[in-house]
């Protein structure tokens, strides 16, 4: 088993690479705060805006600095870290799963049922992120439920779309129709037959989406419509320490830094799942 | 393909009715209105409901929006509850300035990251070829907002040399398109080069080689014109994002767009303006679906609708 790991490692320098990221960035907001044991929310004002530790002024047990209120950032970004990441992996989940079914289904069954599903696909994607987002958390009131909808909502369709576009294109090949010649079932014929020919695809795209959100839920939290303070979280630290840009540069800086490491760690993982998983890419070596 | 077209065409116009019923409702849903924010904290309950009424807000929400789809109808997008001006008017007031940085940010990615993109396919292992991946995968992984406060941070608070906000001057726009160009050019340079690289190993380039046709030839007729065919795909839809207006990078930057004006009327349920502005973006980006699907079949030979 592990010398099969390697084998699919080798010269695949995206897949190592973005693995390496990813787990490195896992360890640090998974394990960190529990080795640290620091606060992201206890307020020190006499230490507000300290700056980070090489910097004049500041101090080695608050290694990045501290913020407004003089929270320590080191902590802050690891909690934050937890809940950015987090969020974006349970909401690529949902949305990876529901977009998934809809598109067997859509892909599968085709007539109206396709087509009706495709145009309500298409008016999610069409309606703006922000403006939904902006409008569930009106109704449901800011927070983490409505991040998650919210991004459940308008993730599906392109699961469901490209999902469809798979089915579509085997829908009619021989293995299929030998399949069905002996009596299997839509279901059974749907799971063992059609699935496995559409994970891989799905599996490189739930990665790229999963960046794709990492970076919307610090979008949203940027503006004020995410994760509401004071839980930290990578987009709401960068929508606080932008009001400090002249005096305290760190605030904005360093979470934009973790963003990019871990969205760079999920790309470089699906261009490398790409290379393994992809039948038509493996024909090219990197 | 008419029949398609006009297929499409209602179909669109069914989506953006169904949005409009959405969207309507949400705000009508969520808590807090406009008369809320128009009236003194102070107010009286009684005030409260004099401002209500005013405004139109009292009677039943079928009958709300049935006002409302009667002035569509009739070309009239309702009176914004703040700005006091119609709708429509305040819209095509703040459209220039989302289109000029759409327009030069897309117009900047295509003429940069086609050309790169295709360098860097035929040209593999080349020093610009490593250092344009390098930078496309850095590119691709910043949020533009985070790419725009470190730009501010750089060239205005720290260098002096370009403003922070507003688009009083030309150099007002040099910050906001950089903001914008940088991932998406990353993007299309990506993508141009895995489509060209795919394309180049299809038998009917190796055809045309051995036909003895000149490299450049080879590359140009065959290669390129058929790889571009999902970049035209995902530059025509990045562009319509950009037109329904970068919100967050027009906040950062205070610039007097669309993206900008969406989220204030949302915030102030203000509406009238808040359908108006949701229902603009949804018709840009489903009319640039439709274009898009079109401009495929007009493309390439091999697609067809029935």
């Given amino acids: 088993m592990m010398a099969r790991i390697i084998g699919v490692m080798r010269g695949n320098f995206s897949l190592v690479s973005g693995t390496t990221i990813l787990v490195i960035v896992l360890s640090t907001v998974v394990f960190g705060p529990l080795i640290l044991r620091s606060d992201p929310l206890s307020q020190d004002l006499v230490a507000r805006l300290r700056p980070p530790a090489w910097a004049a002024g500041g101090t080695s047990d608050r290694l990045l600095g501290t913020d407004a209120l003089g929270r320590d950032m080191v902590s802050r970004l690891m909690y934050g870290g937890r809940v950015s990441v987090a969020l974006g992996v349970v909401a690529v989940t949902s949305a990876g799963l529901v977009g998934l079914a809809i598109g067997l289904m859509a892909g599968y069954f085709g007539g109206a049922m396709d087509d009706v599903i495709m145009r309500i696909a298409e008016i999610q994607m069409a309606f703006p992120l922000l403006v939904l987002a902006l409008i569930l958390m009106a109704v449901f009131g800011p927070g983490i439920v409505s991040m998650f909808v919210a991004f459940t909502i308008s993730g599906w369709p392109i699961f469901a779309k490209i999902t469809r576009g798979i089915v579509l294109s085997i829908r009619h090949q021989e293995f299929i129709e030998a399949a069905r010649a002996i009596g299997c079932g839509n279901i059974r014929l749907i799971i063992r037959h059609v699935l496995p020919n559409v994970l891989p695809y799905i599996v490189i795209l739930t990665a790229l989406q999963l960046s794709g959100m990492i970076l919307t839920e610090a979008g949203l939290s940027f503006v004020g419509i995410g994760i509401q303070p004071p839980t930290p979280s990578w987009g709401n630290m960068l929508g606080e320490g932008r009001a400090y840009l002249s005096n305290a540069w760190w605030l904005a800086t360093f979470p934009g830094i973790a963003l990019m490491i871990t969205v760079l760690g999920a790309n470089l993982l699906s261009d490398g799942l790409q290379v393994v998983l992809d039948p038509r890419a493996r024909r090219r070596i990197r | ?306």
């Fill in chain 2, 1 to 306: 393909m008419s029949l398609y077209l006009v297929r499409r065409l209602m179909q669109l116009f069914v989506a953006l009715l169904g949005m409009s019923i959405i969207v309507f409702v949400a705000m009508r849903v969520a808590p807090g209105d406009p008369a809320e924010r128009m009236v003194s904290p102070l107010a009286t309950d009684q005030e409260l409901q004099q401002m209500r009424e005013a405004l139109g807000l009292n009677k039943p929400i079928y009958e709300q929006y049935a006002t409302f789809l009667r002035g569509v109808l009739h070309g009239n997008l309702g009176k914004s509850l703040f700005y006091n001006e119609s709708v429509l008017t305040i819209v095509l007031e703040r459209l220039p300035a989302t289109l000029q940085l759409a327009l030069i940010s897309m117009t900047v990615v295509v003429a940069v990251g086609i050309p790169l993109g295709i360098y860097s396919a035929t040209h593999g292992g080349s020093w610009l070829d490593i250092i344009a991946r390098m930078m496309a995968y850095i590119g691709q992984a910043m949020p533009s907002f985070w790419l725009a406060i470190v730009l501010i941070l750089v060239f205005s608070v720290g260098l002096g040399i370009f403003p922070t906000f507003g688009r009083r001057s030309l150099s007002c726009f040099v910050l906001p398109s950089i903001s914008l160009i940088l991932p998406r050019l990353a993007r299309v340079m990506r993508f141009v080069r895995s489509a060209v690289l795919e394309v180049m190993h299809e038998d009917y380039v190796r055809t045309a080689r051995a036909k003895g046709l000149l490299e450049r030839s080879v590359l140009y007729r065959h290669t390129v014109r058929n790889a571009l065919i999902p970049v035209v795909t995902d530059t025509w839809l990045q562009f319509a994002w950009l037109l329904g207006g970068s919100m967050i990078v027009e906040v950062v930057f205070a610039w007097p767009g669309i993206g900008a004006l969406t989220i204030n009327a949302i915030y102030s349920r203000d509406y009238p303006l808040a359908e108006g502005c949701v229902m603009l973006l949804a018709l840009i980006f489903l009319l640039a679906n439709l274009l898009m699907d079109l401009s495929y079949a007009a493309i390439d030979p091999r697609v067809r609708y029935r």
